[in-house]
């Protein structure tokens, strides 16, 4: 279950912000994930953002010969609909490729948890609407351990809650937060104050 607040545009597509989200969680613990094996390079040629997640962490969810990989945690039907990606440790490590996190939104995910996501990684994912929240790993373990549990995140309080009332606070940058909450990246922040900067600038040059 996914719980959407509404707001302006995601990432300038014109859809309501995603936030809060509570949701179940799919599970990858594996550590050292790196950008390559969320999007491999051959499917780097577009810049269409929709269809991208069909390829997200594609050597993993296919066989050589198109079929699913049906031990692969995406494949089960139990993890359908899923917004949340419980990582092991160093996320997003690797070359710098926005389509990483293009694909997990285009997947249907909307935070990715761990207690080490890559500094490249995080950023781009804040600019394309995804959480990346870091927490010590004897949490994210326990977490781990309990998928089907239906977490809470909250980015104005950023707070993670779970169902039995414990809290886990996150860090989060004020502007990443403003940008999520208005479902906005840094353009459509911009975009979206066009009468204050015009205002500005008037009044700029007559001074």
Avoid at 17 to 39: C, G, H, K, M, Y
Avoid at 98 to 108: I, N, S, T
Avoid at 127 to 150: F, I, Y
Avoid at 179 to 192: K, Q, Y
Wanted: glycine share 8%; with cysteine; net charge negative.
């Amino acid at each position: 279950t996914v719980r959407r607040s509404q707001g302006g545009g995601v990432m300038g597509t014109g859809k309501t912000s995603d936030f809060p989200v509570r949701s179940a969680s799919v599970v990858l613990a594996q550590t050292n994930i790196d950008t390559d094996q969320i999007i491999p390079a051959r499917f780097l040629s577009t810049t269409e953002r929709k269809g991208l997640g069909k390829h997200a962490f594609n050597d993993w969810r296919w066989r050589d010969d198109g079929s699913a990989n049906p031990e692969f945690a995406f494949n089960q039907p139990h993890n359908n609909g899923r917004a949340v990606l419980l990582a092991g440790r160093n996320f997003g490590c690797g070359s710098s490729r926005e389509h990483a996190p293009w694909a997990l939104r285009d997947l249907g995910l909307q935070v990715v948890v761990s207690s080490e996501i890559a500094d490249i990684f995080r950023n781009n994912a804040l600019k394309n609407g995804v959480l990346p929240v870091v927490l010590p790993e004897a949490v994210v373990q326990d977490l781990m351990t309990r998928p089907d549990d239906v977490l809470t995140f909250d980015i104005v309080a950023r707070e993670l809650r779970t169902p039995d009332g414990t809290v886990h606070a996150f860090p989060l940058e004020a502007f990443a937060r403003t940008c999520l909450l208005e479902g906005v990246d840094e353009m459509g922040f911009l975009l979206a104050r066009g009468a204050d900067i015009r205002n500005y600038e008037d009044t700029h040059h007559a001074r």
